[in-house]
């Protein structure tokens, strides 16, 4: 196709995929941003149903659905199926950091990996399982 005399051209890159952003659906969204605000995270909240927390490069999505409780799975939670893996510089300053918060359960303790990580699991008040993580070097 001509245009203006000029050959145009097909760019034929391929779309470059930036990040990705966990969002989870809760039923109580205040006292989820403030569980999450212990952990170190910034809020931004847009009342009645969405909110943005922070910590880092990290963000997390809350979605609000009035009385949302989510569903029973008996294989996901004798799996401890992971929510969010976040991958910190200093796993085990982090760790001592939400180990000493009343509010937060740790819910596996720091322990190295077979594949190379170290990791503990934090579990929040609406039962996501958050995996933070540092490669072993």
Not at 22 to 41: A, C, D, R, S
Not at 62 to 75: I, K, R, S, T
Not at 97 to 103: D, I, M, Q, T
Request: contains cysteine; negative net charge.
């Amino acid at each position: 196709q001509m245009v203006d005399g000029e050959q145009r051209t097909q760019t034929t890159r391929q779309a470059r995929l930036r990040n990705s952003t966990t969002v989870f659906l809760v039923g109580n969204i205040e006292p989820t941003m403030e569980w999450y605000k212990q952990l170190g995270f910034e809020c931004d909240y847009y009342p009645p149903g969405f909110a943005i927390l922070r910590r880092d490069g990290i963000e997390i999505f809350l979605q609000q659905q009035p009385g949302y409780v989510p569903p029973e799975d008996p294989g996901r939670s004798k799996r401890h199926a992971w929510n969010v893996y976040i991958v910190t510089d200093d796993v085990k300053a982090l760790y001592a950091e939400y180990s000493a918060l009343p509010g937060v359960k740790i819910s596996r303790q720091l322990c190295p990996q077979e594949y190379g990580m170290m990791e503990f699991d934090v579990m929040d008040l609406n039962g996501h399982r958050l995996v933070f993580a540092q490669p072993i070097r």
